[in-house]
């Protein structure tokens, strides 16, 4: 909703937020109904091109709906409407509302299961994916900003669940700490994320009471 208001500060920041975070799976979605590499860097740009020629995001209200299904609904419509109309200009006419970093994207989409997923799914788990990256950028702020970067460093590999990460001894070696000592950074690094991650969630839901299930519904697309 900031970001379709236009013309200030702040819209500009949530415009850029929005961009940076959603890019990817609209990629994705594009990739799996069967546009080639550059058809779908072009659909991607086109529809952020489009949906802010156009004023969409000022229709993003929170009573039509999850942010997530007017976002999928919105390049539907776009791509059953106006996508053979924009398929003659280049990148939008030209315009470049959103950077896409064409090798990373295909890198990405190589690394995307080779199943029967259909188009909707990705699009569904790539948006979950997005809003964990974007937590675990802001949670990294926060610790960049208090001067804790290195702590983050050390302890974000418990977060991800990375293979071959140190253990709590070794990083309490290595870190002048007790081992009681990471396993309360630890815990207080996860319940910090959980929160970031509830945080964002709320933003893309109309009620409260709606923040659990959409929570659920979303680990149950990167678990499924």
């Not at 996508?83 to 990148?91: E, I, S, T, V, Y």
């Not at 709590?168 to 309360?184: D, F, L």
């Not at 910090?192 to 959409?214: I, K, M, W």
């Amino acid at each position: 909703m900031a970001a379709g208001q236009g013309g200030t500060p702040q819209s500009a920041v949530a415009l850029e937020r929005l961009c940076s975070t959603y890019w990817y799976p609209l990629y994705a979605y594009g990739r799996r109904q069967g546009y080639d590499v550059a058809d779908a860097q072009d659909l991607t740009q086109g529809f952020f091109a489009h949906i802010l020629s156009r004023g969409f995001l000022k229709r993003a209200n929170p009573s039509k709906g999850k942010f997530r299904s007017f976002v999928l609904a919105s390049l539907k419509y776009f791509l059953a409407d106006e996508w053979a109309k924009l398929q003659a200009q280049k990148r939008g006419g030209g315009r470049s509302p959103v950077f896409l970093d064409a090798q990373t994207a295909e890198a990405r989409y190589r690394l995307e299961p080779v199943d029967l997923m259909d188009a909707e799914k990705i699009f569904e788990r790539r948006w979950a994916t997005a809003l964990l990256e974007r937590v675990l950028d802001r949670l990294e702020e926060e610790f960049s900003e208090s001067g804790r970067k290195p702590v983050f460093d050390q302890l974000r590999a418990f977060l991800l669940g990375e293979k071959g990460s140190a253990t709590y001894a070794e990083i309490a070696a290595a870190s002048m700490m007790t081992e009681g000592a990471v396993k309360v950074a630890v815990h207080r690094l996860r319940q910090r994320y959980r929160e970031l991650f509830r945080e964002e969630v709320a933003h893309t839901v109309e009620q409260p009471s709606e923040l659990n299930d959409e929570v659920r519904h979303l680990f149950s697309v990167l678990t499924g």
